[in-house]
């Protein structure tokens, strides 16, 4: 059965920093891309980083770029996504993702490419 279980959200004042882990099992977590969304209430799902399962190739949105950097040690099984500079619109649940792939290069930016998703953990900005 896979498990993907996030942590390190909270509560962090405007232009702060988070740092999420993500931990795997149940799954090659080498061979399957990794990648977060977030869905704030009353909004839909936004995509906001991924990286391959060589870990070469990284991914994000447009708004968190510069930002956020996503990461993965494959040692561990976990994906991190470290976020700087955060801003109070970016409250919202950021679930982790797992989606597998042919290859080691290419990672997934819409949720239907994703097979398994963690149950999100909360992260809140205050102005």
């Known amino acids: 059965q896979v498990q993907l279980v996030e942590s390190g959200g909270g509560l962090v004042q405007a232009g702060g920093s988070l740092r999420l882990s993500c931990v795997a099992s149940g799954l090659t977590f080498s061979r399957k891309v990794m990648g977060w969304f977030r869905q704030a209430p009353g909004k839909e799902r936004d995509f906001v980083a991924a990286i391959s399962w060589g870990g070469t190739i990284t991914g994000y949105a447009d708004s968190v770029k510069g930002r956020f950097t996503i990461s993965r040690d494959n040692a561990k099984n976990t994906v991190f996504l470290q976020m700087n500079s955060l801003k109070p619109e970016e409250t919202a649940v950021y679930c982790c993702?797992?989606?597998?792939?042919?290859?080691?290069?290419?990672?997934?930016?819409?949720?239907?490419?994703?097979?398994?998703w963690g149950q999100g953990t909360q992260v809140t900005v205050s102005s």
């Open positions: 993702v797992a989606a597998t792939s042919f290859h080691s290069n290419r990672y997934y930016a819409t949720p239907d490419e994703y097979e398994d």
